[in-house]
């Protein structure tokens, strides 16, 4: 549905295209709250402070997941929205296990 009533400001095949690209918001959303988050978890903080933390954190790994499906898409010239984020979601999960996590304040 549109208020648009003018075909040359908004022709049909352009607001039909706009749609699909309203969804990736949807997309994201789902992203975030059932593959990242996980569908039953919820925000642990008890703090406004905390949540704000918490909240970040969670769009700081959803942007990283989103920027190296980006690069594996161009890698291969693909679109990157063909890609599945929750492929890429369990391929990071189990390569994150092998790498070697040294806390900053480790002595050398």
Not at 13 to 41: M, N, P, Q, S, V
Not at 45 to 56: A, C, D, G, I, N
Request: proline share 5%.
């Amino acid at each position: 549905m549109t208020t648009i009533l003018d075909p040359a400001h908004a022709p049909a095949c352009d607001l039909a295209a706009f749609y699909h690209e309203r969804w990736e918001i949807e997309t994201a959303f789902d992203e975030l709250k059932t593959h990242l988050r996980g569908a039953r978890l919820c925000l642990r903080s008890k703090t406004p402070e905390l949540v704000r933390q918490e909240f970040h954190g969670l769009m700081l790994a959803h942007f990283t997941i989103r920027s190296l499906m980006h690069e594996a898409a161009l890698k291969v010239r693909e679109d990157p929205d063909r890609l599945s984020f929750t492929h890429s979601l369990q391929v990071i999960r189990r390569k994150i296990g092998h790498m070697v996590l040294l806390s900053p304040s480790a002595e050398k």
